[in-house]
Every structure is written in structure tokens, then in C-alpha cells.
């Protein structure tokens, strides 16, 4: 039995000289192979022929649409279910959505492709929810909602017609679109970066609210997901935390030894045991990621919680990106498509 991590496994198959002989190759996370182009993805296919029994094992198959399935039923079936090639599998399922001219920045699924999709791959397919099989503490998703002064909501405002006027000729594209949204996901949470780096305060609304939590929470652990980086900054400089980054600092949370703890979602990895250390989590700072904010939130949720409630608390400012954004998350709608339509209804985009 040979077990590596996925950042390793192109120097095992291309370079380690280690005869890549295996009878069956399990891969966890398998929506990490999603994107086609990875040298991970490559690498591994080029090994496929070899391989007499593959399985691959996920909890968001299709974190950002129906287009992720591909590369990952490839690995397991080496193209026989969804097509050997990718520009066959959109061309019988999917339709060019957001583009601009000959550049296509976007697809969306025909009305018949999410079914025929799924008849294809069932036969090698199988679906468990934890709910279903495990017995899993109670889920409670709670708002706590700070407002603007007026004075905050006209400089939110103004900035905000400010980024819309640098789009070019009103065209809203992926990249744009999460750059404006990004903007103003900053000014949600309270400071924006400048265009020289530096870190401009806007208010201190959500760091009011963490400390009304920590207050309430009276020494009973609190985990913190933050997005940007001026969010911890802000949040270590008004608050005795500590970052969740080591194997050392995983111990010390599940032992009971830090009483507030801040993660990335990026960091919270696929499978990280938090559920020792606390059962409330609280999003300073939200992400348009479906994948990464249900994968942060099954750090704490999940089998093995000794508490019967797991609560997750989101901060959100009234009136802003944030609202859309939750919204988003709330009805599991994907990453890109939600993030466009966003920008599009909350913005008023001169045409």
C-alpha cells in the first residue's frame, strides 16, 4: 500500500523512478482532478491504462457546475461514459453563456443535461449522505446583521458606482465580475486594499459584532473564517486569536487550549479534524466558493461532534455584496454563474 498526497503525485509518476505497478488506485477528493488542464490530471492519465480498478471518493463532485464531471469520470472510466474529449462533452450538453465576441468565458447546460448526465455515469456512481447514515449533530445557520451609518452606506455607494464605471463598454465577464465583487466584499467587511497595497479602514462594524459574540460565547471556543487578508490583520490586532495553520495548532484547538482560533477556508482542508475543539463557527467574511465554505463548515460539523449542536453564525452587512453572496451559498448555487448574476442584479451597469 503506497499513500501520497495529490501535490506529490506528478513527481511519482514522472520523476520518483517508483514503477507505478498498482492493481487499484483509490483517490480521495476526487473533485481536486476537476480541471482537465492540472499536471496532476495529466499525470495520473498517463498511468490510467495500468490501473485495473480505480475509485474515487468526494463530497462536491460539482463544486462549480455540471463541467467539473468530466475530467473526474474520465480518470475513472477513461472517457467511456461523458466522451474521450472535453470539446465533445460540451458540445452535447452544454451552450455558450457569457461571452464576448469569439471568446467564450463560460458554458451552460442544455435543459436536458443534467439528467442525461447522471443516467450515463449511475451505473458506476454511488450517493450517501452523512445525514442518511450517520447520526450528526443539529445544524443551526444564524445571521447576525450589522448596518452601515448613513455616512458609511453614501461612501459604499459612491465607491461602488466607481467600480462600475471601470468596466469597459458595461460587458460583465467572469474576471471583472469577481474583481468588482471582491471590492466590495472588502468594503463589507470593513477596509479595502489600496492601489499601492496598504490598507484603507472603512468601519468597524463586523469586528463590533465578533466581540459581542466572543462575549456571548463566555470562554466557549470559537472557530473564525476570515477571506482577505486585512480581515485577520484587523482581527489580531482587536483580538487575542490564534491562526489554525499546523499540526501543533490542530491539537492545541481539539484539546481545548485556544479559545479563539481563525481559518481560511483555503486552509481548512478536505478532511481536517476540528470537531474536538468547538462546535460554533463564525464567518467574518464570506466566500462565493459552494466547496469551500461546505467544506469549512464540516470541519466542525461533522461525526465525532460531542456537542448535539453545531451552530454557524455568519456576519453580514445589511445592504451590501454580502447579502447576495449568503443568498448564493443558501441555495447552493454555483460559483460563477452566481457570482455574475450578482453583479448584474445588485449593480446598476450603464449599458
Do not use: C
Not at 449511475?122 to 445525514?131: A, H, L, P, V, W
Not at 468597524?204 to 460565547?217: H, S
Amino acid at each position: 500500500i503506497t499513500i501520497i498526497n495529490r501535490e506529490n503525485l506528478q513527481w511519482l509518476i514522472d520523476d520518483s523512478g517508483f514503477p507505478f505497478d498498482f492493481d487499484m488506485v483509490i483517490i480521495d477528493e476526487l473533485s481536486s482532478f476537476k480541471n482537465h488542464k492540472a499536471k496532476r490530471f495529466k499525470s495520473l492519465m498517463k498511468v490510467r491504462p495500468y490501473i485495473h480498478r480505480i475509485i474515487g471518493l468526494t463530497g462536491t463532485p460539482s463544486s462549480n457546475g455540471l463541467m467539473d464531471l468530466w475530467a473526474e469520470f474520465k480518470l475513472l472510466d477513461k472517457g467511456q461514459r461523458l466522451g474521450r474529449f472535453i470539446t465533445q462533452y460540451r458540445i452535447n450538453y452544454f451552450i455558450p453563456d457569457k461571452r464576448n465576441g469569439e471568446i467564450i468565458y463560460s458554458y451552460k447546460p442544455l435543459p436536458y443535461a443534467e439528467d442525461a448526465i447522471y443516467r450515463r455515469i449511475s451505473d458506476i456512481t454511488i450517493s450517501m449522505k452523512s445525514t442518511d447514515h450517520l447520526k450528526m449533530p443539529e445544524l443551526i445557520s444564524t445571521q447576525y446583521e450589522v448596518a452601515l451609518s448613513d455616512a458609511e452606506r453614501d461612501r459604499y455607494e459612491n465607491l461602488k458606482q466607481e467600480l462600475i464605471l471601470q468596466l469597459p463598454d458595461g460587458e460583465i465577464t467572469a474576471a471583472n465580475a469577481a474583481a468588482l465583487t471582491g471590492k466590495l466584499s472588502q468594503l463589507a467587511n470593513g477596509a479595502i486594499y489600496s492601489d499601492t497595497g496598504e490598507i484603507m479602514e472603512f468601519h468597524d462594524r463586523k469586528l463590533d459584532a465578533l466581540e459581542d459574540i466572543i462575549e456571548a460565547a463566555n470562554e466557549k471556543p470559537l472557530l473564525v473564517a476570515y477571506w482577505f487578508r486585512h480581515d485577520l490583520a484587523r482581527i489580531k490586532n482587536r483580538f487575542n486569536v490564534r491562526e489554525i495553520k499546523t499540526s501543533r495548532d490542530i491539537a492545541d484547538w481539539n484539546a481545548g487550549k485556544i479559545p479563539v482560533a481563525v481559518i481560511h477556508p483555503a486552509s481548512a482542508g478536505h478532511g481536517l479534524n476540528l470537531q474536538a475543539g468547538g462546535s460554533t463557527l463564525v464567518w467574518f467574511g464570506l466566500t462565493w466558493s459552494l466547496e469551500l465554505y461546505q467544506q469549512t463548515n464540516a470541519r466542525l460539523w461533522r461525526q465525532g461532534q460531542q456537542s448535539h449542536t453545531v451552530v454557524i453564525q455568519h456576519i453580514i452587512t445589511k445592504g451590501t455584496i454580502d447579502e447576495r453572496i449568503l443568498k448564493a451559498l443558501s441555495k447552493k448555487e454555483l460559483t460563477q454563474s452566481a457570482l455574475i448574476d450578482a453583479v448584474k442584479v445588485d449593480l446598476e451597469v450603464p449599458r
